[in-house]
């Protein structure tokens, strides 16, 4: 991948799914790692990983929700490296439910890591990357947060506040010459439902279903992710059908919200969406 910056990335959640394969894509190119989670016993697995894929990997356990925690990463990776090419706020949890299910703590810690992780982690690593000259930002949010599919407001909340400071992000980090990408993927299959607090039955099937039938997989995920960043895109929806509902919702918004609306208050409006996840097109 061409780079214009230093090749030592930070990436969060790269103990498992998508922070993973970011990570080792990076490694056959023989990039340093900043291995960034809270699961150690994975994360040492990632570390092996990168070293065999022929890169160099450090892991630091930092929990992206504590502000504190996120500052002494950027700290370290600072001073062991002297520059950070490219962070990768990725590490992300699946809080979903009726509004009225679903209990304010576990809004708290979605909100506390989906979105304020990603905050700290743009708070922390921009000043050493406006002084070095300049590097590259990827938030990984997620088409949930575009399409808004009922009972999982919490995570289609923090995912469009995710997208939102990205765009603002992307135009006010510019004279430093830090770029800013958001990636918006549609299901696949990871270890996100693992620690997933899920309080619907719908959307519990509809992860059944739709895992089970993804057609991209983490690795194909993380390429398009790093094309992106070559390339500096803004926006990347990886999967075809990601681009589909995300030209939808820019060329007919009140049609494309009201498209939900009607599909939940008609009767055959989840069994419909149910049969799309059941043949891998959502
Ligand atoms: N899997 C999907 O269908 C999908 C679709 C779109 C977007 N995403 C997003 O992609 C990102 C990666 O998710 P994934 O699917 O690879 O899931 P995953 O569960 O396989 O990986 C998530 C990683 O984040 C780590 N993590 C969780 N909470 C953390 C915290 N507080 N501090 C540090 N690390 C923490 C986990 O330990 C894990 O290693 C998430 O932001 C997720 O919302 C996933």
Redesign the pocket.
Known sequence: MRFKYEKTAVV????????REICLALAAEGWKLGI????ME?AEETRELVERAGGVGEIFR????DPEQVAACADHFFATWGKVGLLVN?????VAGCIEDVSVEDWRRIVD??LL?VVYGCRAFVPGMKKQGGGHIVN?????GVTALFEQAP?NTT?AAVIGLSETLRAELSPGNIRVTVA?????????M??ACINSDFISEFYCNT?AQARMS?PDIARCILKAVEKNRFYEMPQPFAKVLWLNKRLTPEQFVNMFYWLNRWSLGKPFVMWLARHGMV
């Open positions: 969060t959640g790269a103990a498992l799914g998508i922070g960034v989670d809270i699961n994975a930092c929990d992206v929700a990725n590490a992300g949890v699946m890591i989906n992780g990984v949010a997620s088409m949930a995570y995912k918006c993927p549609l299901c696949l299959n990871t270890h996100l693992e620690t895992f983490a």
